[in-house]
């Protein structure tokens, strides 16, 4: 089993930045896509940004050019760097990844519980 931890949220003010982590933890092999979502109430969760294991990325049109992803592969970590937030970026921040627990077993999704985002205006 592997669980995902998100942490780094919390309340700032428009124009300040955040950096979250998500920590992955449990029987990992191997770590493919690892992303960034978030949510707010009453809307459908959305892909804010993307990191394969090599290191390519992918970002909404959003958050491009105020967020940046990244990944450290050797402890199992990913952050999203988040400069000049805005109130619209007020959502819970989940992280997702397709993990391996072995070399023969197909990887799986798992989610993060999330981590609360608030920019105030």
């Known amino acids: 089993q592997v669980q995902l931890v998100e942490s780094g949220g919390g309340l700032v003010q428009r124009g300040e930045s955040l950096r979250l982590s998500c920590s992955a933890s449990?029987?990992?092999?191997?770590?493919?896509?690892m992303e960034w979502y978030r949510q707010v109430p009453g809307k459908q969760r959305e892909l804010v940004a993307q990191?394969?294991?090599?290191?390519?990325?992918r970002y909404s049109d959003s958050v491009k050019g105020r967020f940046t992803i990244s990944r450290n592969n050797a402890n199992h970590t990913m952050y999203l760097q988040m400069n000049s937030l805005r109130p619209e970026d007020t959502a819970v921040y989940y992280c997702?990844?397709?993990?391996?627990?072995?070399?023969?077993?197909?990887?799986?999704?798992?989610w993060g519980q999330g981590t609360q985002v608030t920019v105030s205006s």
């Open positions: 997702n990844a397709e993990v391996s627990s072995g070399p023969t077993t197909a990887p799986s999704e798992y």
């Open positions: 990191i394969t294991k090599g290191g390519s990325t």
């Open positions: 449990g029987t990992i092999y191997s770590i493919y896509t």
